[in-house]
């Protein structure tokens, strides 16, 4: 077969816009990330890092979570806040435009309220974008064992984005959340579902989540948390 240029750009933006990953969703194998909802992101006008789009997508985001909670998969939260007075940060962050206010947050960072993050959920506090980098959330998983993460929350391109490559690296089922996930410029949000669509990720509504885990979840149930 001879392989054409129109031939392979068409395969690609199929796989682009509609391609789906095949493995299944296993509740007692499963792991959800909220990742960084924390008020400079989701506290409407606190910062000049709201993210307007993560504050409408938290009702949603939120009920995405209770129906985790009742399916009994550990609900894992990461903060991206100053850790190790920032030795810890990627040097080069301070260069880039991302950086470029001089806003402090005053305190450290915390879980918008609204989200209703319980007790005995853990929290990582993160130096970076992606949930895995120095921080010891592999050891949880692993220890937990759970081989499938679904990875929701704030920015898509950034901290969320990042944080699915680096569990895709590692080995992890990826489930990126389409609907509960929001960045900063919501032109970005469907570029970045496309690529992870093709090479790294099950893309899915929470929704559709739901639908998966309540087909797969065996009978009985009851929340569980991770201390």
Known sequence: MAYTEDWVVRRAREAYENGRASFDMTPERTALLVIDMQD???????????????????????????DCRAASIPVIWTLFDDTH???DRPHALRFLPHADTAWRRPGPAEVWAPMGRRPDEVVIR??????????????????LGRDTVIVTGTLTNYCCGTTARQAYERGYKVVFGSDTTATDDESRQEPELAVLRKGFALVLSA?????????????????ASVG
């Open 126 to 143: 993160k130096p970076s974008y992606g949930a895995f980098y120095d921080t010891p959330l592999d050891t949880m998983l692993r220890n």
């Open 207 to 223: 929704e559709e989540i739901t639908d998966r885990l309540t087909v797969a979840a065996p009978a009985g149930g009851g929340g």
């Open 85 to 87: 007075l920032g030795l």
């Open 40 to 66: 400079e992101f989701v506290r409407p006008g606190w910062s000049p890092y709201w993210v307007p789009a993560a504050t409408r997508m938290a009702p949603r985001l939120r009920q995405l979570i209770e």
